[in-house]
């Protein structure tokens, strides 16, 4: 299976799942934009360019609706369009209701959850104006299903980021 051309955002890509995604589809022949809060993401991006692949690093905190309408358009500016998006980044610190605090609530939420929406709609709305199909992948977890004690926010934000 070739990707030759079609370029794909991938949130969270300078580690862990998101980054094995972003090697996989590199090797496939696609332009890859790492979207990431971490700097490792540019030092990935810098390897893989030198090994020949077509990356972009793209920093950004996915809690921000302006830095995802920003994504978008850079994305657009530097590969000329965008196919897939994987709405991958997220965090997983957690607690029971009575330990967690509506301060790390919202966070988790912003991150896990209102994120998704925000790079979905932008993508969407791109991909309307244009009259092009795309691929969303949205990064849920076993809690999108089933409920854990201790994972109060976390189980909350999976379930909503694929039943939306
Ligand atoms: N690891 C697992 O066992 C597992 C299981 C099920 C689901 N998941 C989900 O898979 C996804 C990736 O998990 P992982 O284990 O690879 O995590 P990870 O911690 O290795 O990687 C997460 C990446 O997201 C980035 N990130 C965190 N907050 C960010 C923000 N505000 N803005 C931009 N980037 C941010 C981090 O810098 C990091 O590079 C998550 O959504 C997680 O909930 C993981």
């Given at each position: 299976m070739s990707f030759k051309n079609k370029t794909i955002i991938i949130t969270?890509?300078?580690?862990g799942i998101g980054k094995a995604t972003v090697e996989k589809f590199c090797h496939l022949g696609a332009n890859v934009v790492i979207a990431d809060l971490s700097d490792h993401g540019q030092q990935l991006s810098d390897s893989l360019n030198t090994a020949g692949h077509k990356t972009l690093f793209f920093k950004i905190n996915v809690a921000s609706e302006d830095e995802n309408k920003a994504l978008i358009e850079k994305t657009l500016q530097h590969f000329g369009g965008l196919d897939i998006i994987f709405a991958n980044a997220g965090i997983a610190q957690d607690g029971s209701i009575d330990q967690l605090d509506f301060a790390h609530w919202k966070r988790l939420i912003d991150i896990n959850l209102s994120a998704v929406y925000l790079l979905d709609k932008y993508a969407i709305e791109y991909w309307l104006k244009e009259n092009k199909a795309g691929v969303i992948v949205n990064c849920g977890s076993i809690h999108s299903w089933v409920g854990k004690s201790g994972l109060t926010a976390y189980s909350a934000s999976k379930k909503g980021g694929v039943n939306y």
């Open positions: 969270g890509g300078a580690s």
